[in-house]
């Protein structure tokens, strides 16, 4: 088995077992949950995606040619934890708003929005990741 392949297999097993125990944590209650805990699985989440899927979703919120909607809102001076969980969003939640106006729109919310939002990108991963 190729190194490199092997590599990235053991780093997505140990990302989808990280996954499931955190998922628990979720299901309690929220003043328990940490804030990085959150970090832990949105960082994860992105170590283990495809960077070109990361960016193809990013550049659909992007304003200017080759800009992100991460490096968009860094520069805007948004939350980048936030950005990162709503660059995971499909078209239908966004409503087909700029990335920024939607952040903006949710920023206010934190556990009440970012909460369900981690609970719905790590079911959807672990679902698509059963045979790991």
């Known amino acids: 088995m190729d190194k490199t392949f092997a590599d990235s297999a053991g780093r997505l097993r140990r990302a989808h077992q990280r996954l499931h125990d955190f998922l628990p944590r979720l299901e309690g209650a929220r003043k328990k949950i940490r804030p990085a805990d959150c970090e832990e699985v949105i960082f994860e989440l992105f170590r283990i995606e495809s960077e070109a899927l990361y960016d193809g979703l990013c550049k ?60 719905g990108i790590a079911g959807r991963y672990l679902t698509s990741n059963k045979e790991l």
């Open 60 to 119: 659909q919120y992007a304003d200017r040619k080759g800009e992100t909607a991460m490096l968009r809102a860094l520069r805007e001076g948004l939350v980048p934890l936030k950005v990162m969980v709503l660059a995971f969003l499909d078209d239908k939640r966004v409503s087909g708003r700029p990335l920024a106006v939607e952040l903006r729109l949710r920023i206010k919310l934190e556990e009440d929005y970012l909460i369900p939002m981690l609970k």
